[in-house]
T-cell receptor, first 112, second 112 residues
Framework: AQSVTQPDIHITVSEGASLELRCNYS??????LFWYVQSPGQGLQLLLKYFSGDTLVQGIKGFEAEFKRSQSSFNLRKPSVHWSDAAEYFCAVVTGFQKLVFGTGTRLLVSP | DAGVIQSPRHEVTEMGQEVTLRCKPI?????LFWYRQTMMRGLELLIYFNNNVPIDDSGMPEDRFSAKMPNASFSTLKIQPSEPRDSAVYFC??????????FGSGTRLTVV
């Protein structure tokens, strides 16, 4: 079955340091991939999406992600993390007909 | 655009009662999705509609759960009878083509 895996449950990063959150997908065709962020008690906000074309995708809040077909990965990056980036991050893939399936999420903690 | 609107934001009900969650998708979006989020299971897709027609309801946990979309601007998710294990945050999302999936703020359901 098509799915997405986020291997890190928690990640702690110092404020100002760089960030990379991992996402691996399992899908036969070219996937539609997304990253969402969820702050405590809030809904999900779309950070960025990849459908086709340029494999480096720019998103909101200074985030970017790179699609690597050879590694079946779509890792999220940010060069310098701010305390306000502390949240839960979800990778998602569209499977079948518009069916959006989420990974288990990675909780980002930002230390001073 | 007001985004995806869900009501109520919070619902506390007694076991055995009927619960109805409501969702208004973004105008012009032709797909609507209901998700459930819990600590144990993460984000689960319950059911989704395309052009008001249910496409995949394989995620609906039991016959106690039902969903309808009588028109393009309104959907309901009903639980009857409710049980404590139904306590979760329920999200509605809508989508149109490559626009990206937009989520509502969610309904936090507590069944006591």
């Amino acid at each position: 079955a098509q799915s997405v895996t986020q291997p890190d449950i928690h990640i702690t990063v110092s404020e100002g340091a760089s960030l990379e959150l991992r996402c691996n997908y399992s899908y036969g065709a070219t996937p539609y991939l997304f990253w969402y962020v969820q702050s405590p008690g809030q809904g999900l906000q779309l950070l960025l999406k990849y459908f086709s074309g340029d494999t480096l995708v720019q998103g909101i809040k200074g985030f970017e992600a790179e699609f690597k077909r050879s590694q079946s990965s779509f890792n999220l990056r940010k060069p310098s993390v701010h305390w306000s980036d502390a949240a839960e991050y979800f990778c998602a893939v569209v499977t079948g007909f518009q069916k959006l399936v989420f990974g288990t999420g990675t909780r980002l903690l930002v230390s001073p | 655009d007001a985004g995806v609107i869900q009501s109520p934001r919070h619902e506390v009900t007694e076991m055995g009662q009927e619960v109805t969650l409501r969702c208004k998708p973004i105008s012009g979006h032709n797909s609507l999705f209901w998700y459930r989020q819990t600590m144990m299971r993460g984000l689960e897709l319950l059911i989704y509609f395309n052009n008001n027609v249910p496409i995949d309801d394989s995620g609906m946990p039991e016959d106690r759960f039902s969903a309808k979309m009588p028109n393009a601007s309104f959907s309901t998710l009903k639980i009857q009878p409710s049980e404590p294990r139904d306590s979760a945050v329920y999200f509605c999302a809508s989508n149109q083509g490559d626009a990206g999936y937009t989520f509502g703020s969610g309904t936090r359901l507590t069944v006591v």
